[in-house]
């Protein structure tokens, strides 16, 4: 086996002492080193605080190969990670006009003028090598000093990813000689964590030591990841093919995909494949199932449009629904959302319509129809499936189900499967 | 001025550093130290390893006066942290009749057998003080040693709640001379945190030493956190009412609210107010701006709906776009977005027609409309105010700053103010 590179990840910023932003960066960054192979041994929390960090820096340097910061890089006066990160390092503060050019742009494009303070944020320390933020105007600095590598990147999750998936990881990938490590993501739905692992439980138990089980539950489905070590990515790779072949015949029907697909791509791929489209009409959902499908790039391929009739009257007016259904069965039915889906594949043309319609909560139950009562259907050439759903009593939680379900029920209609 | 009491949260387990674990302990520690009034100095996360644990003993004592730990507590070989304690403080393992009774209870009211493993949670180092947990099986220990208060609990969340509420927090309340901290969130959009600090430079830099500012950018909005410390309620929160008063002038037209409450919902509470409505038209932003709306409890008394004309047709047959328009302009245009607010105010019989169109990415640019290039309009009775903005290559981030955008414009709409 070959020797353990060592990460320590420092997130600076009294906001995250404080309590009033939650430190996602770490648990990130976190994930991703260990799927390259890196042991953290250590993640450290200071504020804005010059004694705090620079002991940080120091007690890092003690046990880590690799030291990840986050934050403390605005332009305000309360950031200090460059000025110390510069006096540890025993070197000047220096205008880069490569990363001037690039702040300049970033304030171009958005036709804002620069202000002085923005351009404090070209000054880096000379002994850094700039990395450019494309993404953010706080650039990234990597270091190779006292025996260590040095990365610090801006707190705003979206850059640092950024920063981690273009430059870093790949970077730390090509400098250590890493062991090799295979994992497979193998993402479910329709099926709760216990009922999946009882229903797999043998195959489960027969896993070789090299080959390694995690259940990854989130809101709706649940994801399985396989990771294979070996000497080799060869080996570690097949050992998982392996072990994967013998477990889908028992899942098949759950898997929706593999690796980094969510469900709302996953059927927009599917979608593609026929060259098929999809239109929503969406009431309590209000209208993120259409986000979902439209925050993938492309999507315009196979979503043609959305309706969010949130109130009663545009039920009929946009969709058609009959005055009599909503009188009679009223606004969360089966009848209702079937005339819901009927409505909007007809009117925006579309090969599918996925309709919603229930009690999002908190309040708006009743005794017949409690929170977290939600319709949901799926209206195609010749047919329409429906599914009630009993959710729960937190309306993010029930808008969050209520779109996996119908991009669930969607699939097995594109798929002509039963639920 | 009260001397101020210093916290260290270190948080224990392997499971938090690979990431297969978000470390939620440590931010709510955070938060309710922060609201009784002590300074939390550092959080630090490590494994299941005896030196890594005994050095992060070691660094806390030196700056805190509290040092809280969660995790480590398990029956299990893996959980170190009681034997560490012991020989921390050199003192010996040593059954507690007391907390063994607590165990047998627990597992008789599961109706569960004890076993052996089990009974080793009773042993406690003969230096704490045994701590009762009413609703697991690792008990709690307090000690005070070295000039420190060192309280262990363990990881799972509700278990180390319970133990803060009901113990550690009014324990340290009666032990310590508290000062007392108040806060205050400032919510301000339509400015960048660069330019909001250089337009207050001159207050910021005026401030008291009892009253603390701290900038909180997030994507598209920046939030101010004023911050008072005083001996008591009355002359914290009246030092930063004061400070609020000499600031507010100076930046009134950004702030859109004051403490918990996002964009979104203080948009709603303007309509509310005024017994208006909105209904939006999004292209680019697919649906985003209508989940954001309808996420808030009660959004239904002044959001009407919504729709996603993903489709140039829907522009015309949804909405009313002119085909001229959408030949001669383009999608992507003023004319259009303008058009779109209009069509959707009329066709959802709402006050405010809030619309975007433009060019989401990461492909589909142009020379003259390069990606990120977004058209937001807001249409009221008797005229609307359009916006051009200049967004990322970045599809998500260009979707979420469309939707922050489309809700400012919104509000300068129903305040009747200038942006």
């Given at each position: 086996m070959k020797k353990e590179v060592r990460a320590e990840i420092i997130s600076i910023g009294d906001e995250l002492l404080y309590g009033q932003i939650q430190d996602t960066n770490s648990h990130w960054i976190s994930q991703e080193l260990t799927a390259i192979g890196v042991r953290v041994v250590r993640r450290t929390t200071v504020g804005d605080n010059r004694e705090a960090i620079l002991n940080a820096f120091a007690a890092a340097e003690v046990n880590a190969d690799i030291i990840l910061m986050t934050g403390g890089l605005g332009p305000t006066q309360d950031d200090l990670t460059k000025p110390l990160l510069a006096s540890y390092f025993e070197c000047d503060l220096e205008l880069v006009p490569e990363a001037l050019e690039s702040?300049?742009?970033?304030?171009?494009?958005?036709?804002?003028e620069l202000t002085e303070t923005n351009k404090l944020q070209a000054h880096l320390p000379t002994k850094c090598r700039y990395v450019p933020n494309e993404v953010g105007t706080a650039p990234g600095m990597w270091f190779e000093e006292r025996g260590c590598v040095w990365m610090s990147m801006p707190g705003v999750p979206h850059e640092m990813k950024k920063l981690m998936q273009d430059f870093v990881l790949p970077k730390?990938?090509?400098?250590?000689?890493l062991p090799v490590i295979f994992h497979q993501l193998i993402r479910?739905?329709?099926?709760?964590?216990?009922?999946?692992?009882?229903?797999i439980k043998d195959w489960e138990t027969a896993l070789p030591e090299h080959v390694k089980l995690a259940y990854l539950p989130?809101?709706?489905?649940?994801?399985?990841r396989l990771t294979g070590f070996a000497d080799d990515m060869e080996s570690a790779s097949s050992a998982v093919a392996g072990q994967l072949e013998?477990?889908?015949?028992?899942?098949?029907?759950?898997?929706?995909?593999?690796?980094?697909v969510p469900l709302h791509e996953a059927v927009g791929i599917l979608l593609k494949e026929k060259g098929q489209t999809v239109a929503t009409a969406e009431s309590c959902s209000g209208g993120y199932i259409a986000h979902l499908l439209t925050s993938i790039p492309g999507s315009s391929a196979y979503f043609n449009g959305g309706v969010i009739p949130y109130q009663n009257t545009l039920k009929e007016s946009l969709l058609g629904v009959s005055a009599t259904t909503l009188l009679?069965?009223?606004?969360?039915?089966?009848?209702?959302?079937?005339?819901?889906?009927?409505?909007?594949r007809e009117e925006l043309n579309a090969d599918y319509g996925l309709a919603s319609s229930g009690i999002a909560g908190p309040s708006g139950g009743t005794a017949e129809k409690p929170v977290g009562t939600v319709w949901i259907a799926c209206s195609y050439k010749g047919g329409v499936k429906t599914k009630l759903l009993k959710l729960t009593q937190d309306r993010s939680v029930n808008i969050h189900l209520t779109a996996i379900s119908a991009m669930s029920l969607l699939r097995t209609c594109i798929l002509g499967e039963t639920e």
């Amino acid at each position: 086996m070959k020797k353990e590179v060592r990460a320590e990840i420092i997130s600076i910023g009294d906001e995250l002492l404080y309590g009033q932003i939650q430190d996602t960066n770490s648990h990130w960054i976190s994930q991703e080193l260990t799927a390259i192979g890196v042991r953290v041994v250590r993640r450290t929390t200071v504020g804005d605080n010059r004694e705090a960090i620079l002991n940080a820096f120091a007690a890092a340097e003690v046990n880590a190969d690799i030291i990840l910061m986050t934050g403390g890089l605005g332009p305000t006066q309360d950031d200090l990670t460059k000025p110390l990160l510069a006096s540890y390092f025993e070197c000047d503060l220096e205008l880069v006009p490569e990363a001037l050019e690039s702040v300049k742009g970033f304030f171009e494009k958005r036709g804002r003028e620069l202000t002085e303070t923005n351009k404090l944020q070209a000054h880096l320390p000379t002994k850094c090598r700039y990395v450019p933020n494309e993404v953010g105007t706080a650039p990234g600095m990597w270091f190779e000093e006292r025996g260590c590598v040095w990365m610090s990147m801006p707190g705003v999750p979206h850059e640092m990813k950024k920063l981690m998936q273009d430059f870093v990881l790949p970077k730390l990938r090509e400098m250590f000689d890493l062991p090799v490590i295979f994992h497979q993501l193998i993402r479910t739905v329709g099926i709760g964590e216990s009922w999946l692992s009882d229903l797999i439980k043998d195959w489960e138990t027969a896993l070789p030591e090299h080959v390694k089980l995690a259940y990854l539950p989130s809101l709706g489905e649940v994801k399985l990841r396989l990771t294979g070590f070996a000497d080799d990515m060869e080996s570690a790779s097949s050992a998982v093919a392996g072990q994967l072949e013998l477990l889908k015949p028992q899942i098949e029907k759950y898997i929706y995909a593999y690796g980094n697909v969510p469900l709302h791509e996953a059927v927009g791929i599917l979608l593609k494949e026929k060259g098929q489209t999809v239109a929503t009409a969406e009431s309590c959902s209000g209208g993120y199932i259409a986000h979902l499908l439209t925050s993938i790039p492309g999507s315009s391929a196979y979503f043609n449009g959305g309706v969010i009739p949130y109130q009663n009257t545009l039920k009929e007016s946009l969709l058609g629904v009959s005055a009599t259904t909503l009188l009679t069965e009223g606004a969360v039915s089966e009848r209702t959302v079937i005339e819901m889906a009927h409505g909007v594949r007809e009117e925006l043309n579309a090969d599918y319509g996925l309709a919603s319609s229930g009690i999002a909560g908190p309040s708006g139950g009743t005794a017949e129809k409690p929170v977290g009562t939600v319709w949901i259907a799926c209206s195609y050439k010749g047919g329409v499936k429906t599914k009630l759903l009993k959710l729960t009593q937190d309306r993010s939680v029930n808008i969050h189900l209520t779109a996996i379900s119908a991009m669930s029920l969607l699939r097995t209609c594109i798929l002509g499967e039963t639920e």
